[in-house]
């Protein structure tokens, strides 16, 4: 867990969709694979932290390059 940590407060995106019949699927768009759902939008973006977290550990284990979340541009 403490190897994961810095990277689980990293501002990742996440994106939550709906669909009527399966409920809230999230995924992490800079890794690959990262998805999770619920039948609520908490409970998916529950569920997708601790995806995360078991993500980094098989990356990290495996020494995988891990990659970083996308650039946001900041207007102002």
Not at 12 to 22: F, M, N, P, S, V
Not at 25 to 44: H, N, T, W
Request: proline residues 7%.
């Amino acid at each position: 867990m403490k190897k994961t940590t810095p990277y689980l407060s990293l501002p990742y995106t996440i994106e939550l969709k709906h669909d009527a019949e399966d409920g809230w699927f999230v995924r992490v768009k800079e890794l690959p694979g990262c998805m999770s759902q619920g039948d609520s939008a908490a409970e998916a973006l529950t569920m997708i932290r601790e995806a995360m977290q078991g993500w980094l550990t098989v990356a990290l284990e495996q020494n995988m390059t891990i990659p970083e979340p996308h650039k946001r541009l900041h207007h102002g």
